[in-house]
């Protein structure tokens, strides 16, 4: 139950996170020139995700994963499209000029967007009435606690007596025993 | 030390004082009760009947009294044995305030072969109609007169030979057998001595068991040490004091009166150290040589020259002993004057300042008793122990000045008892002397003061080798002063009380009157007592518990150190409840339904501190049924289950804890636990993830699949 804020920014990026950058712009870089063609294609499509990626500040960009997963699924009619075609400039342009994939992107990119604004107050709605309920349990177990140990179970006039020490008598020990063990019980 | 001391035996006093109140509403009970046998059986409150029965033979008649008979706290009646019609039988109703000598009675019980007085049967008896129960004690009733029953009174002196023959043999004969079974009489006196001239002038010794050992007996027939002690301070002594009081009875007789009449006990004790007992009885008067010798040999001043049976026996048998002479304490050099007086050797000094208390403390102070001692007593060794003893009270200063003073007292005169502002007490009484005295604050506080103070001990470490008879350990001291240093419940005065005198009846206000020697006897009175009416307090006073502890051997130590926390209340119950339970189990009797209902809200509390409803519930059930059984080792059983309790303890301690871990979890829920802002955008980051990846997912496949087909 850790009480994260939300609002609070992400970590700051130090040094390391440079030469993770520089590796990733080292790595895409061949990848977007071998694949200019899809690149042309992916980048105004998920364009939704880039804004969402902008204004996420969240720890591990949940906004950004919510958007991009759904808008990356829409993209993909647009860029199977491109490879079934020859993977070449025009194609890519031609399939830029395609309302249908630029619509399936961008109402997946919206569905995205919308749970990722609707979610809140649907669980703040769910998560009380849950709370409203576990306070209820809680509290009929704590009547019946004290019911059965009384008051002091509370803690506040909690008196704990003696430590018990000496050994263990059943019930049906003798009198003689019995007194024994009480005795014995009498020396803490 | 000195001043710890002080302060132990100044507290002591000061606790003894509630309980002298108690005694004073007991010794007004108990005068108004004395007026009552005075009076006969007549009024309320006094006997129910004419008779009272003891066992089955014995009758005792409350409408005849036999006022010669009487002791100080025991009244005498007349009484009859069905067995033995024709012998006449007397009995002696005894109080609680000075028990008599119950420990001797079985050893001189149906002994009706000696001339004396001995005790045929004993038991208490119910008193009357409200409960009272006295110890009565049927004896011989002897027959003829008392030899005098003025003390001060001349009388025809005796002759010889009728002495020997109806005086020193039979008496010999008389203390030989009270000898052999470890018995002394310590009541010879002129008014215990009775003489039938109508049966041929038979002497025989009175009664020696109705009044505490030595009270009795006048000054006159004690010792030295025995007339400078109080006379709750003399005790049982030894057969030597017998003997000695045998002298003094014989001096009297052959001289026809009491040659000290009048005198007082100091004065008494004074012209014995001064001149010797044979010559301050004796003075000019001439006797036979014969008789000489029995008188000098009983007479004589030191313990170990004293005759002894064997002496006289023979001196009876007709052999000739030398007369003993006289041993004088040794003579100074020079005399030391106190009060204006000279004082030739240090015990008349010791007893002249024992005597003038304030101006000994006094002249303790100038210092002069050192350089006299130091300068004049002939025994160097004795010299020296009494200017170390002066030194030594010098230091302790103004606190334990009378102590330092009762110090040097003993220094100065070591056979004599320990004294202390006026009060002289022989060591083997101290016990038996704080009994007698615990109705009495100033001599009570006086022994609880020697007691604290090691005066017993001081005493013994300045007695020459041998010279204690008999010798003392010092242990039962220590053992007193370590229970008076004590005031908790089964400690203090009264274990001491209860401890070292087996005689001493339970004197609690909640028994008093029923005279109760014994643990059976003391439950019963106590069901009594419950019965008419169940007081506020618990049945466990000072008195009851110390009686229980010094009388029941199987009580162990730790019990009574919880009893003691009355801080506590749950452990100071338990305990005491389990004193109790212990007493019934030993001791019975087995059905004490008055007691169980007088212990029930002390019961009831110790359940009550248990925390299971469920348990207390079962346990006031059981506890109920026990009160029912008016078993007391029930209730206990009922209220103090060792497992029980530790399983309630354990239950309670996790109830505690799961109580403890539901407060924490509402308090997190109700201050927004589940509904807080970082929550939720938690929460949202996981399902919008989560359902976002879904969808995703259908949408890919759903794209493969159109593009496949």
């Avoid at chain 2, 002249?352 to 300068?375: F, K, P, Q, T």
């Avoid at chain 2, 008879?469 to 240093?485: C, G, N, V």
């Avoid at chain 2, 014994?518 to 049945?539: C, G, N």
């Avoid at chain 2, 051997?553 to 009893?563: F, G, M, N, T």
């Amino acid at each position: 139950m850790s009480e994260t804020d939300d609002s609070e920014p992400a970590p700051s990026r130090g040094g390391s996170s440079i030469w993770t950058r520089l590796a990733l712009v080292v790595f895409l870089l061949p990848v977007v020139v071998v694949l200019f063609p899809t690149t042309v294609v992916l980048l105004p499509m998920m364009l939704p995700t880039i804004v969402a990626f902008t204004i996420d500040r969240a720890e591990g960009r949940p906004f950004t994963i919510t958007v991009g997963l759904l808008n990356g699924a829409g993209t993909l009619p647009a860029v199977l499209g491109v490879w079934a075609e020859g993977h070449n400039l025009a194609v890519a342009q031609s399939a830029l000029s395609e309302v249908l994939f630029w619509f399936i992107a961008y109402l997946c990119a919206a569905i995205g967007w919308t749970i990722y604004m609707v979610l809140p107050p649907i669980l703040r709605q769910y998560y009380g009435s849950i709370t409203d309920s576990r306070v209820d349990a809680l509290r009929k177990e704590q009547d019946k606690l004290i019911e059965e140990w009384g008051e002091d179970v509370t803690g506040a006039a909690a008196v704990s007596d003696q430590a018990a020490r000496g050994r263990s008598q059943g019930k049906k020990q003798d009198a003689q025993s019995r007194m024994d063990a009480a005795a014995t019980d009498l020396s803490d | 030390m000195a001043e710890q001391a002080d302060a132990q035996a100044q507290e002591q006093g000061q606790a003894g004082q509630q309980q002298g109140q108690q005694g004073q509403q007991r010794r007004q009970q108990g005068q108004g009760r004395q007026q009552q046998q005075s009076a006969g059986n007549t009024g309320r409150g006094g006997p129910h009947s004419h008779q009272l029965a003891l066992g089955k033979n014995i009758r005792i008649d409350l409408t005849q009294r036999l006022p010669r008979l009487d002791r100080p706290n025991a009244a005498a009646y007349a009484a009859s044995d069905a067995r033995q019609p024709g012998e006449p039988r007397y009995a002696l109703i005894c109080d609680e305030e000075a028990p008599p000598r119950l420990s001797v009675l079985p050893a001189l019980s149906r002994l009706e072969t000696i001339p004396c007085v001995v005790p045929m049967d004993w038991d208490r008896v119910l008193w009357d109609d409200q409960g009272t129960r006295r110890l009565a004690i049927i004896q011989q009733q002897p027959s003829g007169a008392p030899i005098s029953s003025d003390p001060t009174a001349r009388m025809e002196p005796m002759r010889e030979d009728r002495l020997v023959e109806k005086v020193i043999r039979p008496f010999y004969y008389a203390l030989n057998e009270l000898s052999s079974r470890m018995v002394t009489h310590r009541a010879i006196t002129l008014d215990n001595i009775f003489v039938n001239e109508a049966a041929g002038g038979e002497y025989v010794l009175g009664d020696c068991v109705g009044a505490p050992a030595g009270t009795i007996q006048p000054a006159i027939f004690e010792t030295i040490s025995g007339a400078q002690a109080d006379p709750i301070g003399r005790g049982p002594g030894g057969t030597s004091d017998d003997l000695y009081a045998l002298g003094v009875l014989i001096a009297i007789l052959v001289r026809g009166g009491d040659p000290m009449a009048g005198w007082s006990d100091s004065a008494i004790a004074a012209a014995k150290i001064e001149k010797g007992s044979y010559a301050a009885l004796m003075g000019r008067q001439r006797i036979s040589l014969k008789l000489m010798e029995p008188l000098r040999g009983l007479l004589c001043d030191e313990v170990q020259e004293r005759w002894k049976l064997d002496d006289l026996e023979m001196w009876l048998n007709g052999r000739q002993l030398s007369p003993k002479q006289a041993s004088l304490p040794p003579k100074a050099r020079r005399a030391f004057e106190f009060k204006g007086e000279g004082y030739w050797n240090a015990k008349s000094l010791a007893h002249a300042m024992a005597n003038n208390w304030r101006d000994a403390m006094s002249v303790l102070s100038g210092g002069e008793i050192e350089h006299w001692a130091g300068r004049s007593l002939p025994d160097q060794k004795h010299a020296s122990r009494i200017v170390n003893a002066v030194m030594s009270s010098q230091q302790t200063g103004a606190a334990g000045g009378d102590r330092a003073l009762a110090r040097v007292l003993i220094a100065l005169d070591p056979a004599a008892p320990i004294r202390l502002r006026g009060l002289g007490v022989k060591i083997e009484s101290i016990p038996y002397a704080l009994c007698l005295a615990y109705n009495n604050d100033r001599n009570r506080q006086r022994i609880v003061e020697m007691i604290v103070g090691r005066l017993p001990g001081h005493w013994l470490d300045m007695q020459p080798d041998g010279a204690a008879d008999p010798p003392q350990p010092l242990a039962p001291f220590d053992r007193m002063s370590f229970y008076l240093e004590r005031r908790s419940l089964g400690q203090g005065i009264e274990r001491c009380l209860y401890q070292f005198n087996p005689d001493m009846p339970c004197i609690s206000p909640f028994v008093y009157g029923q005279y109760v020697m014994t643990l059976e006897q003391l439950m019963a009175s106590l069901e009594r007592t419950a019965e008419k009416r169940i007081p506020d307090s618990p049945p466990w006073d000072h008195h009851v518990t110390a009686f229980i502890a010094a009388r029941l051997d199987r009580l162990p130590d730790k019990v009574l150190q919880a009893i003691a926390k009355v801080d506590d209340p749950l452990t100071h119950h338990r305990a005491a409840l389990h004193m109790l339970a212990r007493v019934q189990r030993y001791y019975g009797p087995k059905n004490l339904p008055n007691m169980c209902e007088w212990v029930r809200p002390m019961a009831e509390k110790i359940i009550d501190s248990m925390h299971n409803r469920r348990t207390k519930e079962r346990l006031h059930k059981m506890l109920s049924h026990a009160v029912e059984t008016g078993s007391l080792v029930e209730v206990l059983a009922a209220v103090d289950d060792p497992e029980a309790r530790r399983e309630d303890k354990d239950g309670f301690e996790r109830a505690r804890q799961e109580y403890a871990q539901n407060l924490r979890e509402m308090t997190w829920l109700e201050s927004g636990g589940l509904t807080s802002d970082a929550h939720i955008a938690r929460q949202t980051r996981n399902w919008a993830t989560t359902i976002s990846a879904l969808l995703s997912g259908i949408v890919v496949m759903l794209t493969t699949v159109f593009y496949l087909s």
